[in-house]
């Protein structure tokens, strides 16, 4: 019983990050934007939660860096995609590139290391006597990311705005010609991915109580794979992001036994990934006007 | 009327990287200023340390070497409008082919029959792992970008499978040291270039660009690459079979990428290191953007990266060298955002007169 308690609660510990960042890409990629960028928005987060944190001596402070961490590179490229129609690819892979040099140049500046930053405070209670499970329901992070996943599809499923999200991701001239204001919505939907993925990156940093240089390690590439294998549906990719932590908690657990090697545990997401797009499981459509940028 | 045509191409070609070099100088001062030192000093010390002696001009030729491969990967690809975003793990697939091919011949093997062995095995390697998405998009109408980036993280965890389980030096993450296929560096022939680690490669990779070039403007095979790449539907309707283009295409821009192995597995350190590509892979689309996807621009990018990232180590005493990865992204946000609004300007300028 409490082995099955404890990897029910390292899933979810595993899963917070991709659950935030996914929940976050699946609005950018249903307005028409492509999320390469998961990466990047969750490292500046992670690292604006640390300065905040630190400076600060309070994790809400550092919550509130987090999410203007992710705001801020969410903008640079909407603008960069949306007011100057640049491939939005191109400038997934910059942002990410200019996230990893950004917060490894401050992290010198700030914490005179190329490493890691010091401890800084973060959620819940923390040494050894501390049992996972306690830990996890005591970070307020943990429910919020919980609770993206349901907010996000009840944001495109049952909202005006949603339903603009839809419209400008599947056909932005009809719904141009509808009065959508096309380019506001997909602002407001790639903010809101920054802001989303920030917070992923928040619970990373808030969660191991530093920063270490290039901590998300993937895992915005994971979120994408969750959206792309949850073909672009809210509820789905959440259901894939518990199924790739969940892997992953089952590779940790079993790390002393021989067998699988942990390699071939790391490429589940991937290979299942390219499985769904393709269409061996289901067919597979992304948002029609994805990565188109002319208006 | 053709030198009209001639001169937009110019300014379309030229605009965009200076724009982007002209933000990567405002933002590369703030960071500097940031930092307490002065911009004039440390962009001098740039300039010293990378083509200011043999030793830093080597490394710029160097980078440049694995810069040009896996920049082509991209530009190739492009032509046929396709993202090859799997350049990090073609060129992984490439260096580890070459690495495993130089052990496995008996030693003492002439370098004349060794070099272009290891050579092939790069090539085939890197075009093997290329060859899957041109494969899936052929076949099951996959995006391409999404099975290159995820195809990266696939290939890069099955080689440190293999070399952590079967081919590691004992405490090391590397596989032994080849027996033959190694490529002369060139300080053998030009001594000033002691210490550097610039080899024979350069000069496979920059046949390879000339090679790139040929097949694209002067081949049947080529027209049809960029026909696909141009208006995929019309060059069907032409009678371009589209998806064996594809595949086509792909399997090259692997095999360019895998060629971009041998410079550091046969010219610098004659085995496959986990890692050693050290974002070539994805560097690569920085060159081929700013190239412009001509073979000649992807060599003048490939120098200019090559310099920036060979310049970080030069300014390491003044400025982190992290400030370069920064003036990257930069770049590559600059460009990717100036190309759209260049064009526009242009031909909106133009257009108005033509009219």
Redesign the interface.
């Known amino acids: 019983m409490t082995e099955i308690a404890a990897f029910i609660a390292q899933t979810i510990r595993i899963a917070i990050p991709y659950l935030f960042a996914a929940s976050g890409g699946v609005v950018a990629e249903r307005a028409g934007v492509?999320s390469?960028t998961l990466e990047g928005f969750m490292l500046t987060g992670a690292f604006a939660a640390t300065l905040g944190s630190f400076y600060s001596g309070s994790p809400w402070i550092g919550v509130l860096c987090g999410i203007g961490g992710g705001l801020l590179f969410g903008l640079?490229h909407a603008v960069?995609s949306i007011r100057?129609?640049?491939?939005q690819?191109?400038?997934g892979?910059?942002?990410?590139?200019?996230?990893?040099?950004?917060t490894?140049?401050f992290l010198?500046?700030a914490f005179d290391s190329?490493s890691n930053s010091p401890r800084v405070p973060g959620f819940g209670i923390t040494g050894d006597a501390a049992s996972l499970t306690g830990a996890l329901l005591r970070n307020p992070l943990v429910w919020l990311g919980l609770m993206a996943i349901p907010a996000v599809a009840w944001l495109v499923h049952y909202t005006p705005f949603g339903l603009r999200v839809r419209a400008v991701g599947e056909h932005p001239a009809a719904a141009e010609t509808l009065g959508v204001p096309v380019k506001r919505v997909r602002y407001l939907a790639v903010a809101l991915s920054g802001i989303l993925a920030g917070l992923g990156g928040v619970y990373l940093a808030l969660d191991q109580h530093q920063f270490t240089d290039s901590m998300t390690a993937?895992r915005g590439?994971i979120a994408?794979?969750a959206i792309?294998f949850g073909r672009w549906e809210p509820v789905r990719a959440g259901l894939a992001c518990l199924l790739f932590a969940a892997a992953e908690t089952l590779q940790i657990q079993l790390q002393g036994m021989q067998g699988i090697?942990s390699?071939?545990v790391?490429?589940i997401p991937?290979?299942l990934?390219?499985v769904a797009?393709?269409?061996?499981v289901a067919r597979s459509t992304?948002p029609a006007a994805l990565g188109k940028?002319e208006d | 009327m053709t030198t009209t045509i001639a001169r937009r191409r110019v300014e379309e070609a030229l605009l965009p990287p200076l724009v982007a070099l002209l933000v990567a100088l405002v933002v590369g001062d703030i960071l500097i200023i940031l930092v307490g030192q002065s911009p004039s000093a440390v962009f001098r010390l740039m300039l010293s340390g990378t083509w200011g002696n043999w030793y830093g001009f080597g490394q710029v030729l160097y980078k440049a070497t694995t810069l040009i491969c896996t920049g082509l990967a991209v530009s190739v690809a492009l032509r046929a409008g396709l993202f090859n975003i799997g350049g990090e793990g073609q060129l992984a697939a490439g260096g580890f082919a070459a690495a495993v091919m130089g052990l496995a011949l008996p030693p003492g093997t002439p370098g004349v029959v060794a070099i272009p062995v290891c050579i092939a095995a790069a090539l085939a390697a890197g075009g093997l792992v290329g060859a899957i998405p041109g494969v899936m998009k052929a076949r099951f109408g996959a995006h391409e970008v999404i099975v290159t980036i995820m195809l990266n993280f696939i290939v890069l965890a099955f080689l440190n499978w293999i070399v952590a389980s079967h081919l590691h030096v004992p405490e090391t993450l590397h596989t032994p040291e080849m027996r033959a296929g190694t490529v002369a560096r060139l300080m053998e022939w030009v001594s000033p270039f002691h210490g550097s680690a610039v080899n024979a490669s350069l000069f496979i990779a920059i046949i390879a660009a000339t090679l790139v070039g040929w097949m694209l403007f002067r081949t049947r095979a080529g027209y049809e690459l960029r026909a696909v790449g141009l208006q995929p539907d019309a060059a069907e309707y032409g009678g371009v079979r589209v998806g064996t283009v594809w595949i086509r295409t792909f399997l090259i821009a692997g095999a360019l990428a895998g060629l971009g192995g041998i410079n550091y597995v046969l010219g610098y350190k004659h085995y496959y290191e986990e890692g050693f590509g050290g974002g070539a892979g994805f560097l690569g689309i920085a060159v081929a953007l700013v190239g412009r996807n001509h073979p000649l621009g992807v060599i003048i990018a490939a120098f200019l990266f090559a310099t920036l990232s060979q310049g970080g180590l030069a300014i390491h005493a003044l400025v982190p060298k992290q400030m370069v990865e920064v003036l990257q992204g930069v770049v590559i946000l600059a460009v990717a955002a100036a190309v759209p609004e260049v064009r526009r300007l242009v031909s909106g300028a133009r257009g108005g007169v033509a009219a």
Request: glycine fraction near 8%; proline fraction near 4%; aromatic fraction near 14%.
């Open positions: 492509v390469l640079i960069a100057y129609r640049a491939d690819i191109v400038t892979i910059a942002i990410n590139l200019l996230a990893v040099g950004l490894r140049f010198l500046m190329s993937g590439f994408l794979a792309i090697p390699q071939f790391q490429m991937y290979v990934t390219i797009v393709g269409g061996f992304p940028t």
